[in-house]
T-cell receptor, first 111, second 112 residues
């Protein structure tokens, strides 16, 4: 089976840094995705990790440790518009394009 | 610009009726997916397709069917709608190489 865990909710202050963790236990592993979803909207792609290490993209970075089954999304210089849900998703098998999603972390950015 | 669209955006129907939700993408992607999203469950895969005439069951496929007669469209049919199928439905597509999934705007379905 597949199990992906994320915190349900987080709150952070505008201008600060926040780290959203994701742990996974899946039958295999072939990549981890992070998506952002604003309330009432579709998920949009943020980042992809398949090898261990940090991927940086502007204010957002994503880290992966395959041996620990662990990833995090780091958001720097938080802005009010970053208030959204952040979804962690794992692709378990090579050649399979299916994703298994965690339940998402709702981030609230406060002034 | 290439895009993925869903229709209708909102639908109210009655228990027992057949309902079809449309999904259309203009990226020429081979892979297409249907998810439902409910509070407390996140996104769950209903059905998916890797090409024309290919369809596969996902995690929560009971009560749903899909068909793929061309590359652009993957309609989702609820054979006999049930109140438990009240949800927000998202369609997504991806290409085989860089297989990032891109999502449509969603359809909010209410079954009374």
């Amino acid at each position: 089976g597949q199990n992906i865990d994320q915190p349900t909710e987080m709150t952070a202050t505008e201008g600060a840094i926040v780290q959203i963790n994701c742990t996974y236990q899946t039958s295999g592993f072939n990549g981890l995705f992070w998506y952002q979803q604003h309330a009432g909207e579709a998920p949009t792609f943020l980042s992809y990790n398949v090898l261990d290490g940090l991927e940086e993209k502007g204010r957002f970075s994503s880290f992966l440790s395959r041996s620990k089954g662990y990833s995090y999304l780091l958001l720097k210089e938080l802005q009010m518009k970053d208030s959204a849900s952040y979804l962690c998703a794992v692709r378990a098998r090579p050649g399979s394009y299916q994703l298994t999603f965690g339940k998402g972390t709702k981030l609230s950015v406060i002034p | 610009d290439a895009e993925i669209t869903q229709s209708p955006r909102h639908k109210i129907t009655e228990t027992g009726r057949q309902v079809t939700l449309a999904c259309h993408q203009t990226w020429n992607h081979n892979n297409m997916f249907w998810y439902r999203q409910d509070l407390g469950h996140g996104l769950r895969l209903i059905h998916y397709s890797y090409g024309v005439h290919d369809t596969n069951k996902g995690e929560v496929s009971d009560g749903y069917s899909v068909s793929r007669s061309n590359t652009e469209d993957l309609p989702l049919t609820l054979e006999s709608a049930a109140s438990s199928q009240t949800s927000v439905y998202f369609c997504a597509s991806s290409e085989r190489g860089p297989d990032t999934q891109y999502f449509g705007p969603g359809t909010r379905l209410t079954v009374l």
